[in-house]
């Protein structure tokens, strides 16, 4: 038996093929924390709830305490019109950040009934969602799995923070996150850290995705299908929308476009509410991605799909270049000019956007530590599966 938590979109997704591949012969349970977005119309979520042994569980507060009060609050709030929801962007990051409108309570008794083996959680997960999960943990000696929130396609700066020390286990796609983080010497003598490959771009996944997609790939006309995915969050965002007018004003071009998804806003004006596909299906449908550094591209690849990096993206308020900049084999569109003049030539050279078989091989052993993308939801299954034979005396 294993219970999953997320609260936003990215989570389901990072963490979606772990709980079908344990669903195969283990109970799984899923439990949103997040009160303002919900995943009910998303094509992924809908999959998961048809397979026979994933579960949703409810452990939302209902007594006269202050965060019920609150919670009130917000299901009245988000009847209110869209205009008025956008206003408030700081409030919904604070009460993603610091309100948690979950009954411990609950949880506890429902990992003794249901004799839960494991708590998954993203790293992404709000601080004080992480204290509260520990604190579940310590006092249930139920192990908490973190798994990884992306692929840190970014070369980040240090952190000083302990974010995957304190937690049972962290699962990793790479040694990025180990680059960012900067554990002590002990963590990896501890057997906390294991890096399995990122699950999200197992082969098996990748099929599973194309088939739970609902879009009709069907080509009619002879137009490039272009897939434009943008980030709304970046200081860049302005640049991509000059792109994107752009692109449209090709008679021969037809371009759809994918946002996105992690952010804070309510579901009716959340980024992934604005996409219209979702990202696996986007690619499948295009002829050509362009995306700015994200693992967006590793989909992409795999998938053999020609490709245009925008490295002129990539100076966003965080600072610092992609790892992708090293790669030389990897398309880049250096400027806008630049990448609407490969766009203009592209029906000439296909082949030469698509990455060659030694080069994918490479790529995917940097970011998924797989050349071949196989497997690695194996090895995430024996992992849960030995965690649930093991009887934890102090986490």
């Known amino acids: 038996m294993h219970l999953f938590f997320i609260d936003q979109y990215i989570s389901l997704d990072m963490m979606a093929p772990i709980m079908f591949k344990l669903s195969k012969k283990n109970k799984v349970f899923l439990y949103n924390f997040n009160k303002v977005q919900t995943f009910k119309h998303i094509q ?44 408030g962007y700081r409030y919904w990051s604070y009460i993603w950040k610091n309100y948690n409108f979950t009954s411990k309570k609950k949880i506890m008794e429902f990992i003794k009934k249901q004799n839960i083996k494991t708590i998954s959680i993203d790293e992404s997960l709000s601080a004080k969602k992480k204290l509260f999960l520990s604190e579940i943990s310590k006092q249930l000696n139920i192990p908490i799995v973190m798994n990884h929130g992306g692929l840190h396609t970014v070369k980040a700066l240090k952190s000083n923070t302990k974010n995957i020390e304190r937690c049972t286990f962290y699962l990793s796609p790479n040694k990025f996150p180990i680059l960012m983080y900067n554990p002590s010497k002990n963590y990896f003598k501890s057997g906390k850290y294991n ?8 082969l098996e996944w990748l099929d ?10 069907q080509k009619e006309s002879k ?83 020609p490709l245009i990096y925008l490295n002129y993206l990539q100076n966003d308020t965080k600072g610092g ?9 990897i398309k880049k569109g250096k400027n806008l000019n630049n990448t609407l003049k490969i766009l203009s030539n592209f029906n ?13 091989e490479i790529i995917l052993k940097k970011f998924i530590s797989n050349p071949k993308g196989k497997g690695i939801l194996n090895k995430y299954y024996f992992f849960y599966n030995k965690l649930s034979k093991i009887n934890f005396k102090n986490v």
């Open 44 to 87: 992924l979520y809908k999959f998961l709830l048809k397979q026979k042994n994933i579960k949703i569980a409810n452990f939302t507060i209902f007594d006269l305490s202050k965060n019920f009060i609150v919670l009130l609050f917000l299901k009245f709030l988000l009847l209110f019109p869209s205009f008025i929801l956008k206003r």
């Open 195 to 202: 890096q399995y490959g990122s699950p999200r771009f197992d």
């Open 208 to 217: 599973i995705l194309k088939k739970i997609a609902k879009i009709d790939y």
């Open 223 to 305: 137009k490039t299908r272009v897939a434009l995915f943008v980030k709304p969050a970046a200081i860049f965002y302005p640049i991509t929308l000059k792109l994107l007018e752009d692109l449209k004003k090709i008679n021969n071009i037809e371009v759809k476009i994918n946002y996105k998804p992690r952010d804070v806003w309510p579901t009716k004006i959340s980024n992934i509410s604005k996409s219209e596909i979702q990202s696996s299906e986007l690619i499948i449908w295009s002829d050509i991605v362009l995306s700015y550094a994200s693992s967006i591209i590793l989909e992409v690849i795999c998938r053999d799909k």
């Open 321 to 329: 270049t992609s790892w992708f900049d090293d790669l030389n084999f």
């Open 348 to 360: 000439k050279s296909k082949k030469k956007h698509v990455i060659n078989k030694k080069n994918k």
